[in-house]
């Protein structure tokens, strides 16, 4: 069985550039998910889909961050413009449910930001 | 919102030595998951618990639910080597998933 998959692995921008993570969740999967992980902290969610409707995004900058999952299978997450601050990992995960079970994560995305 | 804290934040153990991780919600949780990430990797499932009071045991793992539902453990016996990695409790309200800050466990041979 595949994981999920994300891309790119790595992305290195200036501030005030924009970027774009894509992830492809595991087959059969309704909820996708995307957290934020700065060095030497957890995992911080960002954005929580159920298919393609949004669960959760009450942490998400939206005046810069943006996440669609528009058929209810792969997801892109988008930052515009990027701040120095969000030089993270963005992990992108997947479970069957939204209330129960484990979340299989992606190798993840390291964003650098200078 | 949810916050889950984890403690100890680092702990540096000798090989054999027992090992212990808490967690502790400021809500009731529905479940509480594990996980554990190897240096430069992303984390991997360890375990859900999702009754009160429920104890469950991998190998050398074992993994306590508090009756409240608001805390929980880890405890590694007789770590070794292949233990390194920094393990995260994640605790469940309804569907969302917040993680703790983790644990980061070193075992010197």
């Known amino acids: 069985e595949a994981g999920v998959a994300q891309s790119p692995r790595y992305k290195i921008i200036e501030k005030r550039q924009s970027v774009a993570f894509w992830c492809n969740p595991i087959?059969?999967?309704?909820?996708l998910y995307w957290y934020q992980q700065i060095l030497g902290q957890g995992p911080k969610l960002l954005i929580q889909f159920q298919n393609n409707g949004v669960v959760d995004d009450s942490q998400l900058p939206k005046d810069r961050f943006s996440a669609e999952r528009l058929k209810g299978v792969d997801s892109t997450l988008k930052i515009q413009p990027a701040k120095l601050e969000d030089s993270a990992v963005y992990l992108c995960?997947?479970?069957?449910?939204?209330?129960?079970?484990?979340?299989?994560f992606g190798e993840g995305s390291r964003l650098t930001v200078l | 919102g949810q916050q889950v804290m984890q403690i100890p934040q680092y702990q540096h153990v000798q090989e054999g030595e027992d090992f212990t991780t808490y967690c502790n919600s400021s809500?009731?949780?529905?479940?509480i998951q594990w996980y554990k990430q190897r240096p430069g990797g992303h984390p991997v499932f360890l375990i859900q618990l999702v009754k009160s009071g429920e104890v469950k045991k991998q190998k050398r793992l074992t993994f306590q639910f508090g009756e409240a539902k608001k805390n929980s453990s880890l405890h590694i016996t007789a770590t070794q080597t292949t233990d390194v990695g920094t393990y995260f409790c994640a605790g469940r309200v309804l569907s969302t998933l917040t993680f703790g800050k983790g644990t980061m466990l070193l075992v010197s041979p």
């Open positions: 087959s059969g999967h309704a909820t």
């Open positions: 809500t009731t949780l529905s479940n």
């Open positions: 995960a997947s479970s069957l449910g939204a209330n129960t079970g484990e979340l299989f």
